[in-house]
């Protein structure tokens, strides 16, 4: 699994979000997966590189929310403390 784009914007939240979008993902099936994504692996295989493009260590610590964008569970994402952007990714 790998990164093939990364979008960094300035938020004016606390926390950065990072929402991954599997590439080639229809609209039913992204609604069906929300609850059931791989986010170890997102964890282990792409964070690293989202961090690195986000000017932070590769072994920052962050965590996984399946309400990191807003108060239901339909936008999942890893949350960074301390910094103020949202990120956009797209894996393959």
Partial sequence: MKATRIDV???SGKKSR???FPKGESLLEN???RKGRPYNEYRK???PDVLEA???PRDTKVKWSQ?????CPCSPGFIVP???QEVFV???
């Fill in 67 to 71: 309400y990191a964008g807003c108060s």
């Fill in 9 to 11: 914007r300035r938020s």
């Fill in 90 to 92: 797209d894996v393959e």
């Fill in 31 to 33: 609604l069906m997966n």
């Fill in 82 to 84: 301390g910094w103020n």
């Fill in 18 to 20: 990072v929402y991954i």
């Fill in 45 to 47: 295989q792409v964070m």
């Fill in 54 to 56: 986000m000017g932070l």
